[in-house]
């Protein structure tokens, strides 16, 4: 199925929304004349509904749909809340999770019969009550709830069922749980084989002995044992195997057709039951075809069982992180002593731990991870409300929301977005009359986009509105004084329009005389900066303006370029890193007495970092071959001139605490792999 | 029992820990000293107010370093084997403290200090909280706060 990839998510969501059908149905209860709680309600269900036909569950659509109308007409007050109402609907969630949690099993959605639901659902839209609907739908999900992972007999088992039974011996349905924690399940399942071969005949297993061989099961299956012993006698065989948690025998007497329920009753642990739905031994007629073994399937396919996040404390995972950090110090120093002394031993062993504690890394990384969904989703709602408040037509269009930032990025990005796509709607977008006039849609377009982009996440903001009028910025910035009438007129339009991130831009009358932008646009910048990112923005007059804002993957561990000067050791963020190059002296040219070099044409200028950072001078360093590490902040480049290069490496960023905050050039610190501390470079500084 | 007995005495006494500083013997107050540590790799950092030596790596944080000769405006001195980090905490920053050697942890009768700053000059006198006397010797006790504080004000 194509719509795989989406399964998680769709479950996921669809437990969320039946979370709060059922919170909002309480609700309800408890208040039946509250609107905002039905609306709140009748919102989930239709959700779930979209969601559900999309994914292609046209039952629990329906379903979904049927109660939804239920829904509406309580809405309308075309019926009123009543206790029974409510009972019908709270059976409706009931039936969905049921059904949703059987596709989470891989399961169908079909097992779960509705349609005594649907009726009575129907039948009070109809202004009937429930009542008179026909038979009740919860004994018969009970029923075929329970009949799984009960044995299917066909025709051959019976006869060799009813022969043994004739000859005076006893048939059992065997039911073994093995426990969780057990890791040779086949072994196990062949033990108990095993032992119910010396006390008689096994039959049949569900699943067939071929797939318990094969672990190709869960943790319990059945097992169908004729036998002259009783059933203690069996149960004891069985449960003398370790690793057995529960043993279940049931009597199978083909004649009897009560005798179907304990053999049911078998299975009373197995919830949420895969309600495969086999008919139940006894009353197996002659016609069921012993199509393959439907708890089988559920074995086959993962289980996306519920309830498998988990909110925790962001510190926790920063401690876990720096242990993590710390581990990898420790396993360093480990190498270190197995080569200097040589310990074959040794080393063997740390390769291993060094694929653990990579394991280890990545995955307490990924656990620091969300989609940015998180924060895209409180948008939708600001969007409309907003741009209803402005009398605008606007159309937000959000791509990319599956996208994965570090938590604390994500925790910290919500406000400088809220603050953009303000300024998009009331500043960028114009008024439907004055759209119509410029001849554009009288529907403004507004897009939230999110993506991958090397190693920075790429978040963009963008509209098709008026766009920011550069000669309007410059003659602002130039009232203000930050900059001269010259400066600004020799600045290109890209980078006059980038003069609305200055602080002290934006003031609240800008709002109103410039057309353009300009609310916090100096907040904006300084958060997404705090955040390792950047922002920039590129605009066109009458077609609209983006802005892009760059940010790192993670806060917490970045890729980075190891250099030397003198015995420093300096660690530059590989995502700002365009190109390492190898020059000669002769290759640096001067210009107004500033140091630049030609790189494929391009005139870039070049710091030493030894003097930038004033290095304490231990050996002088006239080498032929100099190391210049080009990096980028948006278009312009510096080079960096260092001794050498060590090497890329991922790094864990550590701040430098209080009373070292705020130092230029620096963006914090990092323990390398030998214990040594080096400092990581801010390279925006640098230019 | 005996716990007690100290806690009692607490009003009227104070456990320093004790150190040297070229001839001279300083103390911080016991409770805000962490822990001490040998002389490992110092990271110079550059921009860092003059007195910071550097970071250290503490078990994986990394923790400044302030070189308290600097500090207090005597003259240096080349490491030596003796030569101590004094891990400090106050008002959850911790600090690393570079000293020449710790002498001891004593416990001094609180009057035994004398809290006159006439002897300290005007530069260093705001690091003084205190002289305290023992046997024949003086232990100048030091405000950890003001030395740790001024780089925040800066």
């Given amino acids: 199925m194509e719509t795989n990839q989406y399964m998680e998510m769709f479950l996921d969501e669809s437990r969320e929304h039946l979370q709060s059908l059922n919170d909002g149905l309480l609700g309800l209860e408890n208040n039946p004349e509250d609107l905002s709680v039905l609306n709140e309600i009748f919102r989930n269900a239709h959700t779930l509904k979209g969601m559900s036909a999309t994914m292609g569950y046209t039952k629990t659509a329906e379903l979904t749909h049927d109660m939804e109308n239920l829904l509406d007409m309580l809405r309308k007050e075309q019926l009123k809340v009543s206790e029974e109402i409510i009972d019908v609907i709270f059976k409706c969630v009931d039936s969905l999770q049921e059904m949703i949690e059987n596709i989470g099993n891989g399961d169908g959605e079909d097992l779960v019969d509705v349609s005594d639901l649907v009726r009575q659902v129907n039948a009070i839209a109809k202004g009937e009550s429930a009542a008179a609907a026909p038979a009740e ?72 002995g071929e797939d318990l061989e094969q672990e190709k099961f869960e943790h319990s299956f059945e097992v169908c044992v004729v036998t002259d012993k009783d059933c ?5 065989a069985v449960g003398a195997i370790s690793e057995i948690t529960k043993v279940v025998a049931t009597e199978i007497k083909l004649d009897v057709p009560a005798a179907a329920a304990p053999v049911a009753a078998a299975a009373p642990a197995a919830a949420p ?33 519920a309830g498998q996040s988990v909110r925790v404390d962001i510190e926790k995972l920063d401690t876990l992180m720096n242990l993590v950090g710390e581990l990898v110090t420790n396993k360093v120093r480990l190498e270190q002593i197995g080569m200097t002394h040589r310990l074959t031993e040794l080393t063997e062993t740390l390769e291993q731990m060094d694929r653990v504690t990579t394991d280890l890394q990545s995955v307490v990384m990924k656990v620091r991870m969300v989609p940015v969904s998180q924060v895209f989703n409180r948008f939708p709602r600001m969007v409309r409300d907003l741009a209803k408040e402005l009398n605008k037509d606007i159309n937000l269009t959000i791509e990319g929301e599956e996208t994965e930032l570090d938590r604390t990025v994500i925790d910290e990005i919500g406000d400088p977005l ?44 963008t509209d098709d509105g008026s766009g920011i009028n550069a000669d309007k910025i410059r003659n602002k910035a130039v009232e203000k004084g930050m900059v001269t009438r010259d400066e600004a007129d020799a600045l290109p339009d890209a980078d006059a329009v980038r003069l609305i991130f200055l602080p002290g831009f934006s003031t609240a009358e800008v709002i109103t005389d410039v057309s353009g932008r300009g609310v916090g646009m100096d907040v904006v910048r300084s958060k997404i900066e705090s955040l390792g990112g950047h922002v920039d923005v590129t605009t066109k007059i009458d077609e609209g303006s983006v802005f892009k804002i760059k940010l790192p993957l993670t806060l917490a561990i970045i890729q980075a370029m190891l250099v030397k000067v003198q015995d420093e050791m300096y660690a530059i963020p590989l995502g700002s890193i365009d190109s390492t190059i190898n020059i000669t002296p002769n290759d640096i040219k001067t210009v107004q007495n500033k140091e630049v070099i030609v790189l494929r044409g391009q005139i870039i200028p070049i710091v030493r970092l030894g003097e930038v950072l004033s290095v304490p001078k231990g050996h002088e360093q006239e080498e032929e071959d100099i190391f210049v590490v080009v990096v980028h902040v948006g278009d312009h480049k510096t080079g960096i001139v260092v001794d050498n290069l060590i090497g890329q490496q991922e790094i864990v960023i550590k701040t430098l605490g209080k009373l070292l905050s705020g130092l230029k050039m620096l963006a914090g610190a990092t323990v390398l792999g030998d214990g040594h501390v080096a400092m990581i470079l801010d390279v925006s500084a640098l230019m | 029992m005996a716990s007690t007995d100290t806690q009692a005495a607490s009003a009227e006494e104070v456990q320093v820990v004790a150190f040297k500083l070229r001839s001279e013997e300083y103390g911080f107050s016991i409770l805000n000293v962490q822990e001490i540590k040998g002389l490992t790799d110092i990271t110079r950092v550059p921009f860092a107010p003059e007195f910071v030596k550097g970071v250290i790596n503490l078990r994986g944080s990394v923790l400044p370093v302030i070189d308290l000769k600097r500090r207090l405006g005597l003259e240096d001195t080349p490491y030596t084997p003796n030569t101590r980090i004094v891990i400090v905490k106050f008002d959850e920053v911790s600090v690393g403290m570079l000293v020449d050697a710790v002498t001891e942890v004593r416990t001094i009768d609180s009057d035994d200090i004398d809290a006159s700053r006439a002897v300290t000059t005007e530069a260093n006198g705001k690091f003084v909280s205190g002289i305290g006397k023992v046997d024949s010797r003086l232990i100048i006790l030091l405000n950890i706060s003001e030395v740790i504080g001024l780089t925040a004000e800066e």
């Fill in chain 1, 232 to 236: 203690k006698a069996v149960e004891e």
């Fill in chain 1, 418 to 461: 809220m603050h953009l796509l303000r300024n998009s709607l009331d500043h960028g977008v114009e008024h439907p009359d004055e759209r119509e006039a410029k001849g554009k849609p009288r529907t403004g377009e507004v897009g939230l986009i999110a993506r991958h982009e090397g190693n920075n996440v790429v978040i963009m903001v």
């Fill in chain 1, 273 to 305: 039951a895969p309600a495969a739905a086999p008919a139940p031994i006894a009353n197996t007629p002659a016609k069921a075809p012993a199509k393959a073994a439907p708890p089988k399937k559920v074995a086959d396919k993962p289980k996306h069982a």
């Fill in chain 1, 137 to 208: 739908e919860a004994p018969a999900a009970a029923a075929t709830a329970e009949a799984a992972n009960s044995i299917q007999l066909n025709d051959t088992d019976k006869k060799v069922i009813k022969e043994a039974l004739g000859a005076g011996m006893l048939a059992f349905s065997v039911h073994v749980e093995l426990s969780d924690s057990c890791l040779l399940k086949s072994a196990r399942s062949y033990m108990v084989m095993n032992a119910l071969d010396e006390l008689g005949d096994v039959i049949k297993s569900v699943p067939s």
